[in-house]
């Protein structure tokens, strides 16, 4: 039987411009197909450390299956890495359509003054956006339009902040530094919101708004008596699956 062709993993070339990299990535990811089969290939899960997400990423590249798009933003962060002119943050939409609600997301990029992201998607302006728009609100407001082709409401937006370089972090993604409840905020309100937003990002000095720091869990679990601390672990993990 032919063996189905597994499509190369891009590597960067020096005479590559950004773009053109951008392009490059994305080009893989439709070469591994949408994933239309109702099995999810790859569990991830996003409070996972980014070390461990990178480890999901190379086996994406091995196994060359088809993806969603949340394998998508991963891959995308993944093949990104080691570009420091890059920033990467993810981009999540909750959107209503038919009395039903869907969530998608995206990888915005961040690169020399332009806005622009990598992702998958079963509709093709709902995933990759060149690296063209001047501010943060104008590409959101270009997958708001795209979404409005299929009737759907963009009811939410969510960004996370800047993903770092260092694939070993044990840092897990901030997902949604910033809410925006859109549909009920008018389009100069969420510009406002989001610009306020984008200069904070590119002056790195917002911090993830996790309340589960690494720092507090430990001090938490330091000052717990042993008689408390035998009954509680469960309570905890019930608490934290809720969240």
């Known amino acids: 039987c032919v063996q189905p062709s597994v499509p190369p993993v891009p590597n960067y070339k020096l005479s590559m411009s950004i773009p053109e990299w951008l392009q490059a990535i994305q080009t893989y990811m439709k070469l591994l197909q949408y994933n239309h089969t109702g099995m999810q290939f790859f569990e991830i899960r996003k409070t ?22 949340l394998e998508a933003v991963i891959l995308g962060i993944y093949l990104t890495n080691g570009q420091p002119s890059v920033e990467r943050f993810p ?26 992201s990598l992702g998958m998607s079963r509709r093709s302006d709902l995933m990759d956006k060149p690296l063209t728009y001047r501010t943060l609100s104008d590409l959101i407001f270009d997958f708001e339009d795209s979404y409005k082709k299929y009737l759907h409401s963009v009811k939410k937006v969510k960004i996370g902040l800047y993903v ?11 997902w949604k530094q910033l809410v925006l409840n859109v549909s009920k905020m008018m389009r100069t309100e969420v510009r406002k919101e ?14 993830p708004s996790s309340a589960h720091s690494p720092v507090k869990e430990r001090s938490r679990g330091k000052s717990l008596s042993p008689r408390r601390r035998q009954g509680s672990p469960q ?6 699956d809720k969240s």
């Open 48 to 69: 996972r450390p980014l070390s461990g997400l990178m480890e999901t990423a190379k086996e994406m590249t091995r196994e060359s299956l088809p993806i969603k798009c």
């Open 91 to 116: 981009i999540s939409f909750k959107t209503h359509f038919s009395g039903n609600y869907f969530h998608h997301v995206v990888l915005g990029i961040y690169c020399n003054g332009r806005y622009g």
């Open 194 to 207: 989001l610009e306020k937003f984008a200069r904070d990002m590119r002056m790195k000095i917002l911090k």
């Open 235 to 240: 309570r905890r993990a019930c608490r934290r």
């Open 164 to 174: 770092p370089h260092e694939p070993h972090s044990f840092q897990p993604i901030e």
